[in-house]
């Protein structure tokens, strides 16, 4: 079944702010649309123009529009080869794919080796019964079933990553067992978001916030005063209350993976989306764990690794790599930093 996803722009430009201009006469925009990668895309910017602002706002729309469709792994769409593509073809026939698709999936077993196996895109096998399970579970709450281990344990005989064989020089992507699947929910995000950003600057826009359900990608600083984007860090445990945490970015991301974006509950206990390839089921460390670098699609990946990870070993793994931050909250409410969070923040 084909599926075409209309995208559309709800509500561009609402806010103007005069108070500022300064010499840069630059002026404050917002804007906001619905439908791309299941979220909602905020971009707060600023730009000479009403009209240059819409300008650079459609272009990350219609580029964002682009990748959501490549890395869709449950939507077809007419002429174009995407990842349901390649899961359709798996054990059957290489696919020739776009040069955005390859370039994901390379830094995805990148992703992998960092992580010491932890995120895992070849892992859908076992993350589809996972998602089946939880959609019945939201559908009909009182008949909410856990999957079979035995289940789980024959999907994940399907989830060697080795077996996804990536030719760049043919641009084609095969996988070479046959009961294997690709989920890069955890990665395309967050890669997406990086890559547009990348464009939207050559673009011209220099200055911006740009959301993509809660990823968060800065461009510059606020243009008007010089100050670094500011951006809250929810409460896993109370996301309605105060927030834990106030950062400040300058061409910098934030990336969050928590226990209550997406779950369902079974005998009164909650089983989150991100699975431990260890254990099969939803890791249990922590409530969340956000991560602050430059490049939003490495922020997205740690922070579905990092998740699944002791603190000792999230921790070594943040402190090896540069301008990288992290902070844990614990079930217990418990929260802990690395060591140079506090060049992200003034609090
Ligand atoms: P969000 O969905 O809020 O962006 P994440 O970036 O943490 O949160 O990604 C979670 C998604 O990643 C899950 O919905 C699932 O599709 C996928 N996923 C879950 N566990 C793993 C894992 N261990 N390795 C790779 N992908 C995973
Ligand atoms: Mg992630």
Known sequence: MVKKITAVIIALILSINLSACSSQEKTRY????????????????YSESKEEFADQVQMIHDNLEEYHQLYDIYNGYDGI????????????????????????????????????GKINVAFGAVLKIWHDYRDEGIEN?????????????????????SQLIIDEESATVFLADSGMS???????????????????????????????????????????????????????????????????????????????????????????HIIDPVTLFPAEYFASVSILCPDSGLADALSTSVFTMPFEQGLALIESLPDTEAVWVFHDGEIRYSSNYNEYTND
């Open 30 to 45: 917002e804007a906001e649309f619905l439908m791309l990668f299941d979220t909602i895309t905020q971009i707060v910017g």
């Open 81 to 116: 080869n995407n990842m349901k593509t390649i899961n359709d073809q798996a054990g059957i026939a290489p696919v020739e794919v776009d040069r955005r698709i390859i370039d994901m999936l390379l830094f995805s077993k990148e992703a992998y080796e960092m992580s010491d």
């Open 141 to 161: 709450p009182e008949k909410a079933e856990l999957p079979p281990v035995e289940m789980l344990m024959e999907a994940a005989k399907h989830t060697d990553i």
């Open 182 to 272: 690709l989920d890069v929910g955890a990665i395309a995000k967050g890669y997406a978001v990086e890559e547009i950003s990348k464009m939207a600057l050559d673009n011209g826009l220099t200055s911006a916030l740009i959301s993509v359900g809660g990823n968060v990608r800065s461009i510059g600083v606020k243009a008007d005063s010089g100050a670094r984007w500011t951006v809250g860090i929810k409460n896993p445990l109370d996301v309605d209350g105060k927030n834990i945490s106030r950062v400040e970015l300058e061409d910098a991301s934030l990336v969050t993976s928590g226990i209550y974006e997406r779950y369902y509950t079974v005998n009164g206990r909650r089983y989150h």
